[in-house]
């Protein structure tokens, strides 16, 4: 009877806060059916799982998952600045909805490693997180694709949102190198990172990768514009 008794109150009490707090879309803040959950209008428009036509070398090839601008650029900037680590869930749920796509299948049969863009000590430090690693590892894991840290930041370079292409390559230069005892000779490597904007970070890790012996080199971004309009 008591059992009864604190299953219907449990059941009350969640009633009563989804009445008086109910789920939002986290983007337009539309009612939905489950906390960090996009609505079907946000869903379509912020998914996009394309290919880039232009990319830096050494990197032979680029997908996006959404679209930044005008899409998830508040969720990424809330948990890359505002420490706001509640829109992972939206963020995670995003990526695990597209799993089993024959776009995504597709793209990661092309490698058989992956790694993340890394953070540098101090800014890791003061973040408490690398945003990338948080977004990504366990998808990557279930995909059965293999992730870890091949790189470190050596240098603690500026934000790079308010800078040109070139402004980019330059400051970038020596920023990154390979961990101790890292073995990637004849391996295709998929680098993820949470923005991919002109491909100046994705490309100054490829080059570090290549330089040890990887075979080929792809990213994958959680978000980006393919350059139909400029990302700040």
Request: proline content about 4%; aromatic content about 8%; some cysteine.
């Amino acid at each position: 009877m008591l059992e009864k008794i604190l299953a219907c109150f449990e059941f009350l009490k969640t009633t009563l806060i989804y009445i008086v707090y109910p789920p939002i879309c986290p983007v337009c803040e539309e009612i939905v059916d489950e906390r960090h959950q996009l609505c079907e209008s946000c869903a379509t428009k912020i998914l996009k799982l394309d290919e880039a036509k232009d990319f830096p070398a050494p990197i032979s090839g680029v997908m996006r998952i959404t679209n930044y601008r005008n899409g998830t650029r508040r969720l990424l900037r809330a948990l890359k600045f505002d420490g706001n680590t509640n829109v992972l869930k939206t963020l995670q749920s995003t990526l695990y909805g597209v799993t089993r796509r024959p776009e995504i299948d597709n793209f990661l049969a092309k490698v058989n490693f992956a790694t993340f863009v890394p953070l540098h000590e101090k800014r890791l430090k003061k973040r408490g997180y690398n945003q990338t690693e948080l977004i990504f590892k366990d998808w990557l894991l279930a995909q059965n694709l293999p992730a870890e840290n091949l790189l470190l930041r050596t240098k603690n370079t500026p934000h790079l949102y308010d800078l040109n292409p070139q402004e980019r390559r330059e400051v970038l230069k020596g920023a990154f190198t390979l961990i101790e005892g890292v073995d990637v000779k004849g391996k295709n490597i998929l680098i993820v990172d949470d923005i991919f904007t002109t491909g100046a970070t994705a490309a100054a890790c490829a080059e570090i990768l290549k330089s040890a012996g990887a075979a080929k080199i792809f990213v994958m971004a959680f978000a980006s514009d393919f350059g139909e309009d400029k990302i700040a």
